[in-house]
């Protein structure tokens, strides 16, 4: 099945949810289960290695987030789903730094400079709180490239995805990416100093 089928599949079974459909919302995780643990494996990659959470438990918190969203009808496609989803896991791994950095006296946080997709931090969770304090400014600057930054890095779609999710072009996604990358760089690299 290609990954058009699939999202067919997708918003079918997100309207079927929604409807109450007995079944429906086992399908749908079914069809998705997958891709979202590849996604939290993503997201994990990027935190310590002692990390109390482990991807399995990271895909099940954000499907309890979304349970509701699910069952009320509020996410209409592939792409608003998985904003959704990664959006939630972003949101369980900040309050988990949080909670952890709380724990610490003194706190101790650096900030990591951002260099691409994949970005990394390691022990510390202040490099995960720094790099959202970072795309909140972004976003009291210029919503529409946070939502950039939080539709292809946290939810992890791609340009088109990205693009369709925003009604804008593939075109202003890559400028607007680019744009935030290095905004997001710059940002990290004047907090260090």
């Known amino acids: 099945m290609t990954r058009a089928d699939d999202g067919h599949k997708l918003t079918r079974l997100l309207d079927e949810t929604a409807r109450g459909r007995e079944g429906a919302m086992e399908e749908l995780i079914d069809l998705v289960y997958g891709e979202l643990l590849d996604l939290a494996r993503a997201?994990?990659?990027?935190?310590?290695?002692?990390?109390?959470?482990q991807a399995v438990d990271l895909v099940h918190a954000a499907y309890l987030r979304l349970r509701g969203d699910l069952q009320e009808?509020?996410?209409?496609?592939?792409a608003?789903?998985?904003?959704?989803?990664?959006?939630?896991?972003r949101r369980i791994l900040i309050e988990h730094?949080?909670?952890?950095?709380?724990?610490?006296?003194?706190?101790?946080?650096r900030r990591l400079p951002i260099t691409g997709?994949?970005?990394?931090?390691?022990?510390?969770?202040?490099?995960?709180?720094?790099?959202?304090?970072?795309v909140r400014r972004l976003e009291d600057w210029e919503p529409r490239l946070g939502q950039v930054v939080r539709?292809?890095?946290?939810?992890?779609?791609?340009?088109?995805?990205?693009?369709?999710a925003m009604g804008v072009?593939?075109?202003?996604?890559?400028?607007?990416w680019n744009f935030a990358r290095a905004w997001l760089y710059n940002a990290l690299r004047e907090s260090e100093s």
């Open 43 to 53: 997201r994990m990659a990027s935190e310590r290695k002692a990390h109390t959470l």
């Open 117 to 134: 997709l994949d970005l990394a931090a390691d022990d510390d969770p202040g490099d995960l709180l720094a790099l959202e304090e970072a």
């Open 73 to 78: 009808g509020s996410l209409a496609n592939r």
């Open 80 to 89: 608003h789903f998985f904003h959704a989803a990664g959006e939630a896991m």
């Open 169 to 176: 072009s593939p075109r202003t996604v890559k400028r607007d």
């Open 151 to 164: 539709l292809r890095f946290y939810a992890g779609l791609d340009v088109e995805e990205t693009a369709e």
């Open 97 to 109: 730094a949080r909670a952890r950095a709380r724990l610490r006296r003194g706190g101790g946080m």
